[in-house]
């Protein structure tokens, strides 16, 4: 199972941060998963951002719940991440993950760094 | 949100047994996962809740859960081992439901 992140790197102040995750190894489609978007921000612990189901039902994180939105598109066996009116704060290393309810996320991509900048 | 503490570093010597703990409010009740992570890389899944671990993860690792406190036990520590670890837990009760904790660096003396 392989999963990995692309989109810009560099991101304006107020813009959206877009981000896809292309999944290999295993069929989002499959319904045996969650997938899970998580950001890490320098020397800091990571945080989970949100995750989707094949169904496209989704969870957040209440604290960036206004600004997100995850969707999947399992045509492509991709996800992707949109996060609004970013600031610096949102300057950060974001993982695409792999998990299911109580489990541990078990394949990760290799993260993208995303800077926030004008 | 629940809130894990880890202490931020730990030095071992080589041959030696590090004890990296993770405190939260009744953490022994709920699932508790370690993952290792490099310098510049992403976290790798190393023992997940029961002690279970991913193919390729050494018995050296090991992991533990009572009461307030979670422990990863790296018995026989060696270069390899030097790195950055973190603990997650998943919460019914809380939102967000996963929570990491700070990370506790490994430094192999």
């Known amino acids: 199972v392989q999963l990995r992140e692309s989109g810009p790197g560099l991101v304006k102040p107020s813009q959206t941060l877009s981000l896809i995750c292309t999944v290999s190894?295993?069929?989002?489609?499959?319904?045996?998963?969650?997938w899970n978007w998580i950001r890490q921000h320098p020397g800091k612990g990571p945080e989970w951002i949100g995750n989707?189901?094949?169904?496209?039902?989704?969870n957040y994180d209440p604290a960036l719940k206004s600004r997100i939105t995850i969707s999947v598109d399992t045509s492509k066996n991709q996800f992707s991440l949109n996060l609004s009116s970013v600031t610096a704060a949102d300057t950060a290393v974001y993982y695409c993950?792999?998990?299911?309810?109580?489990?541990?996320?078990?394949?990760w991509g290799q993260g993208t760094l995303v800077t926030v900048s004008s | 949100s629940y809130v894990l503490t880890q202490p931020p570093s730990l030095s071992v010597a080589p041959g030696q047994t590090a004890t990296i703990t993770c405190g939260g409010n009744?953490?022994?009740?709920?699932?508790v996962h370690w993952y290792q992570q490099r310098p510049g890389q992403a976290p790798v899944l190393v023992v997940s809740?029961?002690?279970d671990r991913p193919s390729g993860i050494p018995e050296r690792l090991s992991g533990s859960n009572s009461g307030n406190t979670a422990t990863l036990t790296i018995s026989r520590v060696e270069a390899g081992d030097e790195a950055d670890y973190f603990c997650q837990v998943w919460d019914a009760s809380s939102d967000p439901p996963y929570v990491f904790g700070p990370g506790t660096t490994v430094t192999v003396l």
């Open positions: 190894g295993d069929s989002i489609n499959s319904g045996d998963h969650y």
């Open positions: 993950a792999r998990n299911w309810n109580i489990r541990p996320f078990d394949f």
């Open positions: 989707v189901y094949y169904s496209g039902s989704t």
């Open positions: 809740d029961g002690g």
């Open positions: 009744k953490i022994g009740s709920k699932s």
